[in-house]
């Protein structure tokens, strides 16, 4: 079974145009994030929920809207894609209290 | 303010050679410090953790790494290097937030095993 599981995996679209990325997580685990991962391979987090509150909220345009309908989900909606939102996206979760992160496969948006 | 700074964008080594992959790390508090690995076109994997226990940590797949606090260091080693080894390696240090802890990466080191 997959632990934590990110639909879908290759995301190809124009600029201007609205997609989600879904995530789901099975481990039972109180808190999500998304990360954004460069071309350069660089990893920095967008957000992160607990029990569906959203308790960081990074530096990202508000194109970008994170929604958590349950603590075992945690989907992406980006509006008015931009060439610069080309990147992979990881979804990750963790227990409370400083616990490791397990990360899904990621999602590969390009924008064309 | 938490940071990490991983010495050596690419690093390559012979296999059955030993592997040292370098992270320094800067917190203002007693920090929390994992190696994540990230296979081509995979997720992140998680190697190791330190949590302010013993200071030489040892993970899956043979790593180990030592957190080294009067050097602010926390090297990731391997006694003998496999060609699936060959990844991408992340040094992160842990803040604790409310309800969830928010990671900063190094900027990563590409390691190459060649026969």
């Known amino acids: 079974d997959t632990a934590v599981s990110q639909t879908p995996k290759y995301l190809v679209t124009q600029m201007g145009n609205d997609k989600s990325i879904k995530c789901e997580q099975n481990l039972g685990h109180d808190t999500m994030y998304w990360y954004k991962q460069d071309s350069k391979k660089f990893l920095k987090i967008m957000f992160s929920?607990?029990?569906?509150?959203?308790?960081i909220n990074e530096t990202v345009p508000n194109r970008f809207s994170p929604k958590s309908p349950d603590k075992a989900h945690l989907n992406l909606h980006i509006n008015s894609l931009e060439l610069g939102d080309s990147a992979v996206y990881f979804c990750?979760?963790?227990?409370?209290?400083?616990?490791?992160?397990?990360f899904g496969d990621g999602t590969r948006l390009s924008i064309l | 303010a938490q940071s990490v700074t991983q010495l050596d964008s690419h690093v390559s080594v012979s296999e059955g050679t030993p592997v040292l992959l370098r992270c320094n790390y800067s917190?203002?508090?007693?920090?929390?410090l994992f190696w994540y690995v990230q296979h081509p076109n995979k997720g992140l994997q998680l190697l190791l953790k330190y949590t302010s226990a013993a200071t030489l940590v040892k993970g899956i797949n043979g790593f180990e790494a030592e957190f080294k606090k009067s050097e602010t260091s926390f090297h990731l080693t391997k006694p003998s290097a496999h060609m699936s080894d060959a990844a991408e390696y992340f040094c992160?240090?842990?803040?604790?937030?409310?309800?969830?802890?928010?990671?900063?990466f190094g900027t990563g080191t590409q390691l190459k095993v060649e026969l």
């Open positions: 917190s203002s508090y007693s920090p929390s």
């Open positions: 990750a979760s963790s227990q409370a209290g400083g616990q490791p992160q397990h």
């Open positions: 992160v240090v842990s803040l604790l937030t409310g309800g969830g802890n928010k990671l900063t």
């Open positions: 929920y607990n029990n569906k509150e959203l308790i």
